[in-house]
Every structure is written in structure tokens, then in C-alpha cells.
């Protein structure tokens, strides 16, 4: 399996409350990706990141931020958590240089009250 | 953007071939057809990749008609670990990760 860790695995927080989710690699891939997952409508894409400090939007970006200062990690900030939030977060890397698919993590279960 | 339908469930015995299609109509001549599959409370995993024709490896087949507007990823003799989510993705990764479309899979039953 890619060397893929994300952190925490699980978090309980309130409304309103700042969230931040780590997705740690050490492949040295240089795409990194961000996803929810929430029931009836599969995986979806929050942020992905191109680079070091390179990032793009995905279909469902508001509400979250993210940055990359290093290749291995890349950060997802939920700014004022919001039950909406409730989820399951996914990173994902690719090495596109190498080939058109994607390695994921194990996840982390957010729950916000 | 490529979107794929697929059916929401299927059920199989173990021991069984399973064949799950997909459809995607409005696929773009450089997006390749990947499938994922995921284990509750794990992230989906790669499973197959083709372009066009027939891929296999160690795991499944996929088949690809010539028009490509649909493929169909077969499991031979599946065995209660098979159960599962299967997504079928259409894209083209390089042009962006917006070109991809998880939808919500099809959930795989087997059987004793």
C-alpha cells in the first residue's frame, strides 16, 4: 500500500471551531488530494494540490481551505466547522508522471456538533 | 464533465463470475476508465485501468467496446471478501482532478 497517513483518524468538535486534517505521504508524489464521502453521493472532490503551494478547487470547496508548504503533507482546514461538515475525509496521491491513478488513505471520521 | 451510471447493488454466490457495467456516454477521447473498490471504513483502492479493449491482471478484467461508452469490470470466482463498493471513474487526471466523477458505486453482496 502507498505510504499514506492521515491525522486524526477521528475528531468530535462544536460549531464554529476551527478544524484542521493532515494527510502525510511519503512517496514523494507530487499530486495530493482531497475528498469527502458522505451517504448517497459517493466520493467528492474538496481541494487538490499540483505542487508545493499549487492548489485547485474541487466541486465542493467552500467552506475549506488548504495548503501545501512540502511535498509530503498537505493540510485541510475547515475554518468555522459547520454540521454540514460532518463527513469522512479522504486524501489521495497520484504520481501522474508515472501513471493516471490514485492511492488513498484510510480516512478521517469528523464529526461536528 | 464525464459522468458514469452504474447499478447501485448486485448480489452474487461465492464461487460465482460477476460482471458490473458501467456507462458512460459523453466519455472524451483522452479519458481512461479506471475502477476503485472500497471496504467499509477504508479508502477505496485501485483496482483496474484501461483505454480501450481488454485489460486483466491478477485480480479482473476489464472489458472496453471499440465506441468505449461503456466498460464492464469482471471478478472471476468471487469469494465473501469481494464484498464491497465498486466505483467506475472516467477521466483524464492530467487535465485535472475535476475531470473525475466517483458517483456512489455499486454495492456487491456476496453470498455463501
Known amino acids: 500500500d502507498a505510504g499514506i497517513t492521515q491525522s486524526p483518524r477521528h475528531k468530535v468538535t462544536e460549531t464554529g471551531t476551527p478544524v484542521t486534517l493532515r494527510c502525510h505521504q511519503t512517496e514523494n508524489h507530487r499530486y495530493m488530494y482531497w475528498y469527502r464521502q458522505d451517504p448517497g453521493h459517493g466520493l467528492r472532490l474538496i481541494h487538490y494540490s499540483y505542487g508545493v503551494k499549487d492548489t485547485d478547487k474541487g466541486e465542493v470547496s467552500d467552506g475549506y481551505s488548504v495548503s501545501r508548504s512540502k511535498t509530503e503533507d498537505f493540510l485541510l482546514t475547515l475554518e468555522s466547522a459547520t454540521s454540514s461538515q460532518t463527513s469522512v475525509y479522504f486524501c489521495?496521491?497520484?504520481?501522474?508522471?508515472?501513471?493516471?491513478?490514485?492511492?488513498f488513505g484510510p480516512g478521517t471520521r469528523l464529526l461536528v456538533l | 464533465l464525464a459522468k458514469t451510471t452504474q447499478p447501485i447493488s448486485m448480489d452474487s454466490y461465492e464461487g460465482q463470475e460477476v460482471n458490473i457495467t458501467c456507462s458512460h456516454n459523453n466519455i472524451a477521447t483522452n479519458d481512461y476508465i479506471t475502477w476503485y473498490q472500497q471496504f467499509p471504513s477504508q479508502g477505496p483502492r485501485f483496482i483496474i485501468q484501461g483505454y480501450k479493449t481488454k485489460v486483466t491482471n491478477e485480480v479482473a478484467s476489464l472489458f472496453i467496446p471499440a465506441d468505449r461508452k461503456s466498460s464492464t469490470l469482471s471478478l472471476p470466482r468471487v469469494s465473501l471478501s469481494d464484498t464491497a463498493v465498486y466505483y467506475c471513474l472516467v477521466g483524464d487526471l492530467q487535465t485535472g482532478a475535476n475531470n473525475l466523477f466517483f458517483g456512489t458505486g455499486t454495492r456487491l453482496t456476496v453470498i455463501p
Open positions: 489521495a496521491i497520484s504520481d501522474l508522471d508515472r501513471e493516471e491513478t490514485q492511492y
